[in-house]
């Protein structure tokens, strides 16, 4: 895998995290048609709120100097945080770069106890990624449509650490 290289998201990347948002997320969105759901169908202004929303941290990867993915942190009390909106170019896909950035960004927040996100149930690819990461399966499934199924994740900091 090429070196990665992340940094903290500035406003003036809007474009880049929206480019990158929309190609990682629209074949899933054909594909699923989570018309509620999917982060493909959300506006520019959308993503820059969520983004700068305070609590929020926001990441941008690169690899090479490209710009190749992103994903949002979302800091709650009690030292939890929830992982939103990871996406990778479908071009960069499959090749480690979501492992590493996650592996990075966890340890840049080792405040962080318990970590949440949720993914979808029929990508086998994803809820292999987290279960390598360390996360575990938890709660009740969410049906979405007929085709596609959320489930939610939890990863707990090593209390050996």
């Given at each position: 895998m090429?070196?990665?290289?992340i940094?903290d ?6 474009d ?18 989570d018309d ?29 100097e490209i710009?190749?993915?992103?994903v ?8 939890e945080?929830k992982?939103?909106a990871?996406c990778?170019?479908?071009e960069y ?6 492992f ?9 927040h080792g405040d962080i106890?318990?970590w ?6 029929e990508e086998e ?12 399966r938890i709660?009740?499934?969410i049906?979405?449509?007929e ?10 900091r090593?209390?050996?650490?």
């Amino acid at each position: 895998m090429e070196p990665l290289n992340i940094k903290d998201f500035e406003v003036s990347d809007i474009d880049t995290v929206f480019a990158v948002q929309q190609a990682a997320f629209e074949p899933l969105y054909r594909k699923y048609r989570d018309d509620d759901t999917s982060p493909y169908l959300e506006s520019r202004e959308t993503i820059l709120r969520k983004y700068t929303r305070e609590g929020t941290c926001g990441y941008v990867f690169f690899a090479d100097e490209i710009p190749v993915g992103a994903v949002r942190v979302i800091l709650h009390g009690n030292n939890e945080a929830k992982v939103s909106a990871l996406c990778v170019l479908p071009e960069y896909q499959r090749r480690g770069i979501a492992f590493t950035a996650m592996k990075a960004i966890e340890k840049l927040h080792g405040d962080i106890d318990t970590w949440h996100l949720s993914t979808i149930l029929e990508e086998e690819g994803n809820c292999r990624l987290y279960e390598k990461l360390g996360y575990a399966r938890i709660g009740e499934p969410i049906c979405v449509n007929e085709r596609m199924t959320l489930v939610f994740y939890e990863k707990k900091r090593d209390s050996s650490r």
